[in-house]
């Protein structure tokens, strides 16, 4: 586990985005001034104006190539500087108001790994549909039966001790990347902690996950095989052929 804190940390936080150009904008507006150190945009090839708008904005923009958990590594490689990583969704459903708090454990020394709990905290009508947060909690319920952690969410927003993101070997370049996270980190008895959050529905454009059957279905696979990929893996750190 982190120890106390001693100094300043650097914080930075990965946005993946594909064709988020109604909302990126407004997102990076609404992160809180001096709360993160970096701001970066990881963009899986959009063919809207999302690019330009995050470097108006003054985000560093990354090309990262398509694929969900291939954004998340290409910025973790991206922020070598920073100590701290937030990941966060870019369609306006994540409220950047809660950074503070999602930090808050990490840059005290008393979490390793803290992750936003969209079903513990207030949803606004609509932003969660029953499939969401059924998968949530029948995942969390298999990761309790295998390590003895109780999760109520697999989302996206969530901050971890850099040097830990890298222990834990991470491999998977799909949706699968939030999954896997959560999996090695509590394998490897990281010090994890949950903040509930407000969440909202998404302010524009179409999820990428649960937009339509053919997309639930697509995601919905690539968790489920992750789950059983790492469940049955050894203990210990996987071999990783990322660069983080």
């Known amino acids: 586990m982190a120890e106390a804190e001693t100094a300043a940390h650097r914080i930075a936080l990965v946005i993946p985005t594909l064709n988020e150009a109604q909302t990126i904008g407004a997102t990076l507006a609404e992160i809180p001034v001096g709360v993160v150190d970096e701001l970066i945009v990881a963009d899986g090839g959009s063919t809207d104006a999302t690019c330009e708008i995050a ?50 454990p990490l840059k005290a020394g008393t979490a390793d790994f803290a992750i936003a709990s969209r079903t513990r905290g207030a949803r606004e009508p609509g932003s969660m549909a029953w499939h969401q947060v059924a998968a949530g909690r029948a ?81 919905g696979t690539r968790i489920v095989s992750t789950f059983l990929r790492v469940a049955t893996q050894m203990s210990g750190r996987a071999a990783t052929p990322n660069k983080m």
């Open 55 to 104: 470097i108006a904005a003054g985000a560093t923009v990354l090309a990262s190539g398509r694929g969900f958990g291939r954004a998340c590594l290409e910025g973790v490689c991206e922020a070598r500087g920073a100590d701290i990583i937030a990941f966060m969704d870019a369609d306006g459903a994540d409220d950047p108001a809660f950074l503070p708090a999602l930090l808050l």
């Open 139 to 219: 995942a969390g319920l298999g990761m309790r039966a295998l390590y003895g952690v109780a999760y109520s969410d697999m989302c996206t927003f969530r901050a971890i001790r850099r040097d830990a993101l890298v222990s834990l070997g991470m491999r998977e370049l799909t949706y699968g990347w939030n999954i896997e996270m959560q999996m090695r980190a509590a394998r490897a008895g990281l010090a994890i902690v949950e903040i509930p959050v407000a969440y909202r529905r998404r302010r524009g454009g179409v999820s990428k996950v649960a937009g339509n059957l053919r997309t639930t279905l697509t995601a």
